[in-house]
């Protein structure tokens, strides 16, 4: 009779208190809601990187050069950009047309910095493939040299990992540099664009 008289007291109290622990359940959940979309939002909002890239937006005339064959002269040849910032100054695009190889082309890139992972992400694509290349990297401390890795799938020189260095030199200059390493394990520099801006 007494452990019976007990669980009806408990149940009784569990009634009573159900309401409050909903309403706290609900509450908690609410503030959780709000500090997740708070976060989201600091991460969404542009920082001194962003104000970076943008400062890099406007015309440009580029001169580049390419390495074939490490032991010969690189080839050059000249080109032209166009940088615009995107999605409110989260995104640096970057459309280019000049000649590669030989070839006429035109190449469109994607600069951005993820506020979370605190790492630059690049893409690139052009009319010489279907690829589309990925990097991500960081900057030096003074956010004045960007280093980027990846990787690239050579259709002849096989599986290759990919370093990829842009100088911010001065307002109205800028250095790429891209190197490889292939199957023999040694680096070689494959490719240098020196950017000028037009005035």
């Known amino acids: 009779m007494r452990y019976a008289y007990?669980?009806?007291?408990?149940?009784c109290l569990l009634l009573m208190t159900s309401p409050t622990w909903a309403k706290d359940k609900k509450q908690k959940e609410a503030m959780d809601m709000q500090a997740a979309?708070?976060?989201y939002a600091k991460l969404a909002t542009p920082g001194d990187p962003h104000t970076r890239m943008a400062s890099r937006a406007g015309s440009w005339n580029t001169t580049t050069k390419e390495w074939t064959d490490p032991q010969?002269?690189?080839?050059?040849?000249?080109g032209a950009c166009e940088h615009t910032m995107l999605l409110g100054g989260r995104f640096l695009r970057q459309e280019c047309t000049g000649d590669m190889m030989g070839q006429p082309y035109t190449g469109i890139g994607i600069l951005g910095y993820n506020n979370h992972t605190k790492k630059y992400v690049s893409t690139w694509m052009d009319s010489m493939g279907t690829g589309i290349f990925y990097m991500e990297g960081k900057a030096d401390k003074a956010g004045n040299k960007i280093t980027h890795k990846g990787h690239y799938d050579d259709p002849?020189?096989?599986?290759?990992?990919?370093?990829?260095?842009?100088?911010?030199?001065?307002?109205?200059h800028e250095?790429?540099?891209?190197y490889g390493t292939g199957k023999s394990g040694k680096?070689?520099?494959?490719?240098?664009?020196?950017y000028t801006r037009k005035h």
Not at 156 to 169: C, E, H, K, S, Y
Not at 175 to 178: G, P, R, S, V
Not at 187 to 194: C, G, N, R, S
């Open 6 to 11: 007990i669980t009806l007291i408990g149940c």
């Open 72 to 78: 010969k002269p690189p080839t050059e040849s000249t």
């Open 175 to 178: 250095i790429f540099e891209m």
């Open 156 to 172: 002849i020189q096989g599986a290759m990992n990919l370093r990829a260095v842009t100088t911010l030199v001065d307002a109205d």
């Open 37 to 39: 979309m708070e976060t």
């Open 187 to 194: 680096e070689t520099k494959m490719m240098e664009i020196t």
